[in-house]
């Protein structure tokens, strides 16, 4: 019997890609566009293994990561963004992810990253040997601000002398290469 994968991402054309690369080795994929509906095919059928999306339309993925570990306690689960950040990295894990991954990332490197034997990702692992930019200083450090701040925009630009539109500009960019 082949093992039930979730993936949950907003992004069509990703999910359609992935869904398909599972699905080729031999897993049975179920895809949801949002956290209701990804609880709703976690209910009916619960997943062994899933990919979560941090950022959706709705809900933050983060908030479905505790709802099937309780469907489902022996679960590995995989965070998927395109916002990666240390802070939202630590609240993944603490939530109950097994790893997390930036994305673009392929079948092959998500597999990695959960085939793991149930067991949380190591503090250390993949720690770089280069040290970060400081523009992915400065990104790292705004979103840990943002986090303390529970996203509240004014008040994280206040906590960091800034301006709210500076903060909201510097937002809208996609994370700094490390």
Do not use: C
């Not at 897993?27 to 095919?41: G, I, K, T």
């Not at 939530?95 to 085939?115: F, M, T």
């Amino acid at each position: 019997m082949s093992e039930n994968f979730l993936i949950v991402d907003d992004d069509p054309a990703f999910t359609r890609v992935l869904a398909r690369a599972m699905t080729r080795r031999g897993f049975e994929v179920q895809v949801a566009r949002d956290v209701a509906s990804a609880l709703v095919l976690a209910q009916q059928q619960p997943p062994q293994l899933a990919t979560v999306d941090l950022k959706m339309d709705g809900p933050s993925g983060l908030s479905l990561i505790p709802q099937l570990k309780q469907l489902n306690p022996e679960i590995r689960i995989l965070v998927l963004t395109g916002y990666a950040s240390i802070a939202t990295t630590v609240e993944a894990i603490k939530a109950g992810a097994h790893n997390y991954l930036p994305k673009p990332a392929d079948a092959d490197q998500i597999l990695r990253a959960l085939d793991m034997n149930g067991e949380p990702a190591p503090a250390d692992a993949d720690i770089p040997d280069t040290p970060m930019s400081v523009n992915r200083l400065e990104w790292e450090h705004i979103q840990k601000v943002l986090h303390e701040h529970d996203g509240n925009i004014s008040a994280t630009a206040r906590a960091l002398g800034m301006h709210r539109r500076t903060l909201q500009r510097k937002l809208a960019k996609h994370p700094v290469r490390r």
